[in-house]
């Protein structure tokens, strides 16, 4: 059943489960997440961290940690997922091991908004993705986004396929060749492309490699 979110989520969030009936808890993120971030980006291993953040990074940093937490939910939405079964007494995991981010940045381009998802490794392939998706797609719906933008390193061929497969708008960063984004419509959250959506975010937070079944784009210098 489709989850019915009541946007914009509280800041208590919402209760829900994943797929394999872990309960877990969704909330917007918030200017005191910078411990349970900094916990997360350590608990994913160096290749998600690589194909999320576009370098090889062993930390956040205080000023990144800052930039992603203290935010005003207008123009940059963003939401943690806590898995509250793990709270402990390690920093930032007192409620709970953060397990994911997703967020929504509206970009200088109108009616376009930047989409992301991090998924910590041991929760991957579990449905946190399609969650995150729901949250993002009926999101950008309701603010009025009309195209959903991804950003993606030449080197992930699991997203140049799909993108390829969906025929989602090709722009080139002519700042960074080895970085390729791509445009895909949105209409509203309850239409098809929520589903090719999710799949793109399935792969990012899977961090595979190779979907099957899909054609790699041209890459035009």
């Known amino acids: 059943m489709k989850l019915q979110w009541e946007l914009p989520l509280s800041a208590e969030g919402i209760d829900t489960e994943l797929a394999d009936g872990t309960p877990v808890k969704i909330r917007p993120i918030s200017a005191d997440d910078g411990p349970a971030l900094d916990a997360s980006f ?6 998600s961290r690589y194909l999320r953040f576009f370098t090889i990074r062993d930390e956040l940093g205080a000023v990144m ?39 929504l940045i509206e970009t200088s381009t109108p009616g ?29 719906s309701i603010a009025g986004f009309e195209k959903l933008r991804f950003e993606t390193l030449w080197e992930n061929r699991g997203m140049r396929r799909l993108l390829g497969k969906l025929e989602a708008e090709h722009n080139k960063d002519l700042s960074d060749p080895t970085v390729l984004i791509y445009d895909l419509p949105i209409e509203t959250a309850e239409d098809d492309t929520v589903g090719a959506l999710y799949e793109i975010l399935r792969w990012i937070a899977a961090s595979q490699d190779d979907p099957p079944g899909s054609k790699v784009p041209e890459h035009n210098d």
């Not at 991957?124 to 009926?138: H, I, K, P």
Request: avoid cysteine; charge should be negative.
């Open 112 to 140: 376009v908004a930047e989409a992301s998802l991090a998924v910590i490794d041991e929760y991957q392939q579990r449905g946190v993705g399609r969650l995150l998706l729901d949250l993002l797609t009926s999101t950008a």
């Open 65 to 103: 940690l800052e930039n992603f937490t203290d935010i005003d939910h207008t123009l940059h939405r963003a939401w943690v997922v806590i898995d509250p079964a793990t709270a402990g007494d390690a920093p930032g995991e007192e409620q709970g091991i953060g397990i994911a981010v997703a967020r």
């Open 42 to 47: 350590k608990r994913m291993s160096p290749r």
